[in-house]
């Protein structure tokens, strides 16, 4: 949700507007206008700059709509408020009132260690964790939501309910945070040689993620990784 930028390239744009004004008055997340992008056709596709790279399958009428070092997004194409988003190495974010870009301390790095933290949360609904294996590395899985009636807000997110959870160990502009009605399903991976993957099927307007899952959750399993 809101804020959330890798590499410095804001990834929600027109939503952070359209969820904010939407929701600050208690109404419902209203879409922004789907930007025109070319789908893929359906087929096996790899990533070419993401480490370590990702291999994934589509069906027909996704986008790779970024491919960098730490990030990368996978949508429908007609649509910016769901997809599957995949982090390199976030860290647990600070949970000062102000939300600042930062680490909270005293967290672990390993999939278990930023499970047990956000379990912890008190403004989050988070699901028993799963054990998982996805491409050759393991993990566990959890389905995250803001909890109802929470009230904390991120200076930015003009009252509507936050709750930060990543920021990144290299990245000072990286800030992930979780909004409004937004659900999460979070994979969250452990990389022998150091870190973790994070593979989050999102929904920023929570409504559409009982449609969504059906699609994205074979996406996730047919991905596999390759060497760091």
């Not at 000062?96 to 912890?120: E, F, K, M, N």
């Not at 160990?169 to 991976?189: C, K, M, N, Q, Y």
């Amino acid at each position: 949700m809101a804020n959330r930028t890798w590499l410095g390239a804001t990834i929600v744009r027109a939503v952070l507007v359209a969820v904010v004004a939407g929701c600050a008055a208690g109404a419902s997340p209203t879409p922004p206008p789907p930007t025109a992008r070319a789908a893929l056709p359906a087929g096996a596709y790899s990533t070419s700059v993401f480490a370590p790279s990702v291999g994934f399958t589509l069906p027909e009428g996704w986008v790779i709509a970024a491919d960098s070092t730490d990030y990368v997004a996978l949508q429908p194409a007609p649509s910016e408020v769901t997809g599957i988003y995949v982090f390199r190495s976030p860290a647990a974010a600070s949970q000062d009132i102000d939300c600042p870009i930062a680490a909270a301390a005293g967290v672990g790095t390993a999939a278990v260690d930023l499970v047990d933290w956000i379990r912890a949360r008190p403004g989050l609904v988070v699901t028993d964790p799963s054990a998982i294996a996805i491409g050759g590395l393991e993990g566990l899985r959890i389905d995250v939501r803001i909890l109802e009636g929470w009230l904390a807000s991120c200076p930015f997110a003009n009252g509507l309910p936050t709750a930060p959870l990543f920021v990144s160990p290299t990245d000072p502009d990286f800030r992930w945070v979780i909004a409004g009605s937004e659900r999460l399903r979070l994979h969250l991976l452990d990389v022998p040689s150091g870190g973790t993957v994070v593979v989050d099927i999102d929904a920023f307007d929570g409504s559409l993620m009982d449609s969504l899952l059906p699609v994205a959750a074979p996406i996730v399993t047919s991905m596999s990784f390759g060497a760091p």
